[in-house]
């Protein structure tokens, strides 16, 4: 099992750019969200997806959008990209129940940059 | 709403010196606790977690964990630190009932020298 994937390992922008991230597991986990860690900051939830077909907003959704396109995949689009979304992008899954129930498990990460 | 507090934002030690990282978190809820670790350039990986029952718990790489409900306290421990501990430690919280959403602390960086 490759766990949770992330392509790209590593974007540079220009503002106003748009991009799409992904991120896939292949553990049958239901749910799956995205964070953004920042220095001194730590990780900060920016969308989740409780299940397929549902998505909703975490902390610090502003300037992003996001699609469970099935079970396996949950994308994080930037429309038009900021300095201010400069950061480390991480995805994660867990299971809801059953054997390391709230375990979530985490991607490797996208390190992108906005100029 | 919940809050994780990590105060210290580096902890440097010596090989095979006992370290503590230490977590604070409020809330109005029973809580799940949580401590993560993150090596240079990775995703973060799950150290221990505190679901319930006994408050001492174990978890890899020899460390372990005390939650202390009167404290709102969740401190990471381990008896002798190897330079390889030398990473950021995270701890989260989540409420212990419906969906889960962790909420993080700012992390903890441990510097261990020899």
Redesign the interface.
């Known amino acids: 099992n490759a766990g949770?994937t992330q392509t790209p390992k590593f974007q540079v922008l220009k503002t106003g750019q748009s991009m799409t991230l992904q991120c896939a597991q292949d553990m049958n986990h239901n749910?799956m969200?995205w964070y953004r860690q920042d220095p001194?900051?730590?990780?900060?939830?920016i969308y989740?997806s409780?299940s397929e077909g549902t998505t909703d907003k975490?902390e610090v959704p502003n300037g992003y959008n996001v699609s469970r396109l099935n079970k396996r995949e949950f994308s994080l689009r930037l429309e038009s990209a900021a300095p201010s979304q400069t950061s480390v992008y991480?995805c994660?899954s867990?299971r809801?129940a059953g054997e390391n129930y709230?375990?979530?498990f985490?991607?490797?990460?996208t390190r992108l940059t906005v100029l | 709403a919940q809050s994780?507090t990590q105060l210290d934002?580096q902890v440097p030690v010596f090989e095979e010196a006992p370290v503590e990282l230490r977590c604070n978190y409020s809330s109005s809820v029973s809580v799940?606790l949580?401590w993560?670790v993150q090596y240079p350039?990775?995703?973060?990986?799950?150290l221990l977690?505190y679901?319930s029952g006994s408050t001492l718990v174990k978890g890899i790489n020899g460390f372990e964990a005390e939650f202390n409900k009167s404290q709102t306290s969740f401190h990471l421990r381990k008896p002798s630190v190897h330079i390889s501990d030398t990473a950021e430690y995270?701890c989260a919280v989540?409420e212990g009932t419906g969906?889960?959403?962790?909420?993080?602390?700012?992390?903890t960086r441990l510097l261990v020298s020899p």
């Open positions: 949770v749910s969200y001194g900051m730590g990780l900060r939830l989740y409780a975490g991480f994660a867990t809801e709230n375990e979530q985490f991607g490797p990460g | 994780v934002s799940y949580f993560y350039n990775q995703g973060l990986q799950l977690k679901l995270f989540s969906f889960q959403k962790l909420v993080f602390g700012t992390g």
